[in-house]
């Protein structure tokens, strides 16, 4: 089966500017969730939806937002870019969240000019 | 606050040597997952070990949970070109839901 796909895959965006990324899930999976890849800090959790529902959320300021749709696919949002945002970008899906093995995309990288 | 913390940050040895990477924490976690990430692609999960003290194989690798359920080790055995990227230790708390993740250890194996 189709594995978790990103789009877009390559993104350059300047500063000020906000950023739309999105995942669709393994088939079947309803838990989404978004994590930040730096080198300096690694993967940091964003937050997870789950049934178009937030269920948990990263320690990241509110410029970073997400939301999810009835087919369960999912939408990251980034207002008012800082330099500081470029980085991958990794969705990742599980059949309920809790408990269950997680399936990574390949990620959208995002460059902030 | 990184949770988890990896060792070494970087490895780099020659094919057929052994090796073992470790994650440690001074949090408990339900249970912990190891991951490998190569350039370009997301992380694949490895393994997870659960019980305190359990010990799992997979092939070469040897993942090992420490008994008050807080550090784990990686032991990959005569290491492979095909070994080489970015292992990842990540806890899962008591949610289920965020993963917290090391910062991992970037492993090079040349033939």
């Known amino acids: 089966k189709a594995g978790v796909t990103q789009t877009p895959r390559y993104l350059i965006k300047t500063r000020g500017q906000q950023v739309t990324l999105s995942c669709s899930p393994i088939?079947?999976?309803?838990?989404v969730s978004w994590y930040q890849q730096t080198p300096g800090q690694g993967l940091q959790f964003l937050f997870e939806?789950?049934?178009?529902?937030?269920?948990n959320k990263g320690n990241f300021p509110g410029r970073f937002s997400g939301r999810q749709f009835s087919n369960s696919r999912s939408e990251m949002n980034v207002s008012t870019l800082e330099l500081g945002d470029s980085a991958l970008y990794l969705c990742?899906?599980?059949?309920?969240?809790?408990?269950?093995?997680?399936?990574f995309g390949e990620g959208s990288w995002l460059t902030v000019v | 606050t990184q949770l988890l913390e990896q060792s070494p940050q970087f490895l780099s040895i020659q094919e057929g040597e052994n090796l073992t990477v470790y994650c440690n924490s001074s949090?408990?976690?339900?249970?912990l997952q190891w991951y490998r990430q190569e350039p370009g692609e997301g992380p694949v999960l490895l393994v997870t070990?659960?019980?305190?003290?359990e010990v799992k194989k997979l092939k070469r690798l040897t993942f090992q949970f420490g008994d008050a359920r807080k550090d784990s080790s990686l032991h990959i055995t005569a290491a492979q070109p095909g070994d080489t990227g970015l292992y990842l230790c990540?806890?899962?708390?008591?949610?289920?839901?965020?993963?917290?993740f090391g910062k991992g250890t970037s492993l090079l194996v040349t033939p």
């Open positions: 990540a806890g899962v708390g008591n949610s289920g839901y965020a993963l917290n």
């Open positions: 088939s079947g999976h309803r838990s």
């Open positions: 070990v659960v019980t305190g003290g």
């Open positions: 990742a899906s599980s059949r309920t969240g809790s408990g269950n093995t997680i399936y």
């Open positions: 949090s408990v976690f339900s249970s």
């Open positions: 939806y789950f049934s178009e529902t937030q269920r």
